[in-house]
């Protein structure tokens, strides 16, 4: 059972940054995608959109509403995704979730979830 763990969450003025961590229990094979999404304030789970992800093939797929804001990284070492957010801004508020999709049928692994609160 993989476990996904985030960090890295908090308050922000609008125009600040912060950085997101996840960290998977082990070393994950077969996935077919690995990153971030989000769930805004008063969506529903089924709700929680794309933000960034590496998927398997070399690809990387970001939101248009983040592009060229944040950026996605991993340390295969350290089992490790990140989210670097710049210049965020209000709308960027949500609980923000690491997500690891495996095995040919995509089956998803969550983490707990960490708020973003952007805000003056």
């Known amino acids: 059972q993989v476990q996904l763990v985030e960090s890295g969450g908090g308050l922000v003025q609008p125009g600040g940054s912060l950085r997101l961590s996840c960290a998977a229990s082990?070393?994950?094979?077969?996935?077919?995608?690995l990153g971030w999404y989000r769930q805004a304030p008063g969506k529903q789970r089924e709700q929680r959109e794309l933000v960034a992800v590496f998927r398997s093939g070399g690809s990387t797929i970001y939101a248009d509403s983040v592009k060229g804001r944040f950026t996605i990284s991993r340390d295969n070492a350290k089992n490790t995704v990140y989210l670097q957010m710049d210049n965020l801004k209000p709308e960027d508020t949500a609980v923000y979730y690491c997500?690891?999709?495996?095995?040919?049928?995509?089956?998803?692994?969550w983490g707990q979830g960490t708020q973003v609160t952007v805000s003056s």
């Open positions: 082990e070393t994950i094979f077969s996935i077919k995608s």
């Open positions: 997500n690891a999709a495996i095995g040919s049928s995509w089956y998803n692994y």
